[in-house]
């Protein structure tokens, strides 16, 4: 069970990296939550059925210690001392993204944690009844939150 559960992870790193890199600036946060995961993966393991997919699995737990963490420092300044690596997202080099792109990470950054969660679950290609087992969410309210977040990324990027 121990060898299937690192292979799983080792597998899945990257899904677990992007979540890191979305809801951390500091890369000592991003170490301490990607443990945070990996403890709640391992606790979770043996109740995994396989009624969904590996990912959504994953992401679920992943997302839901991220917002928990978050919202337990409320003591500490969420969006101080962004620095560069706060938007590499694992698997992609970034020297060579434009200026366009950049700017939309900054405001997907200045969303809540849950639009965070769906924006980043959407731009993975899940499908919205994926995204909506991941959330705890219905598909017809997926759809109304991600119109809505497209509203307010376009006003985020074109004010600044």
């Given amino acids: 069970m121990k060898e299937q559960f690192i292979l799983l992870i080792t597998n899945n790193q990257g ?17 301490d939550l990607f443990q945070d995961i990996i403890l709640q993966l391992w606790r979770a393991y043996s109740s995994f059925n396989g009624d969904s997919k590996v990912s959504t699995w994953i992401y679920r737990i992943a997302l839901n210690n991220a917002i928990t963490r978050l919202r337990k420092e409320t003591k500490r300044e969420k969006f101080a001392g962004l620095d560069d690596h706060a938007f590499n997202i694992a698997a992609i080099d970034n020297k060579g993204e434009n200026e366009q792109v950049q700017q939309m990470y900054n405001a997907i950054k200045k969303l809540s944690e849950v639009e965070r969660a769906i924006t980043m679950l959407y731009m993975d290609n899940y499908s919205y009844k994926e995204i909506a087992e991941v959330m705890g969410l219905s598909e017809s309210n ?16 074109n004010n600044g």
């Avoid at 899904?15 to 170490?31: A, F, Q, W």
């Fill in 142 to 157: 997926i759809g109304f939150k991600l119109n809505k977040i497209r509203t307010k990324l376009r006003t985020i990027v």
């Fill in 15 to 31: 899904l677990i990296l992007k979540v890191c890199n979305m809801y951390c600036n500091s890369r000592e946060d991003k170490e």
